[in-house]
């Protein structure tokens, strides 16, 4: 599994939101986007971290950034997800994990002392021109937001 730096190209995607819409890449071009992975929606860390995105998003859009979150999750269950928890920003399905993986945020990685496979907690920040700005793995979803604000020079709100 081989993850992305900084200054790499974002490997283009095309997936499908809650409503059931084609979301690419390619659509963010000439702005900031902010790509993070969760491992499942309405769980309480992914919850705690949609929320936090979700609160901070106004922030983020006044820097010119954009967000996305990205889950195995079919589409209806992140509908469900956003009218619950009033998110304002899409929320993409990778069912099949490949996209995950191609940006290293699906593979081995360590649950309760085992290695499983699954989701990585990540965030990736993609550049206007599509190149990587930031990426992080192995997040904790308490504090992440913030912290990717303080990296990215974001005043928290």
């Not at 206007?128 to 700005?133: D, N, Q, S, T």
């Not at 930031?134 to 992440?144: D, E, M, W």
């Amino acid at each position: 599994m081989s993850r992305l730096s900084v200054g790499d190209t974002a490997p283009e995607f095309t997936l499908v939101n809650q409503d059931g819409k084609s979301v690419s890449l390619s659509d963010f071009r000439g702005q900031r986007v902010v790509v993070y992975f969760y491992p499942a929606a309405m769980t309480p860390g992914c919850t705690t971290e949609a929320c936090d995105f979700r609160d901070s998003l106004s922030a983020l859009k006044a820097a010119g950034i954009a967000v996305v979150g990205i889950s195995p999750d079919k589409p209806k269950k992140l509908q469900q997800f956003i009218e619950k928890e009033g998110l304002n920003f899409d929320l993409l399905s990778d069912e099949d994990k490949t996209m995950m993986t191609e940006w290293g945020a699906f593979g081995e990685k360590k649950n309760y002392g085992k290695v499983v496979q699954g989701v990585i907690r990540s965030t990736v920040v993609v550049d206007a021109e599509g190149k990587v700005e930031l990426a992080q793995y192995n997040v904790k979803a308490t504090g992440h937001v913030a912290r990717v604000r303080k990296e990215l020079g974001i005043d928290a709100a």
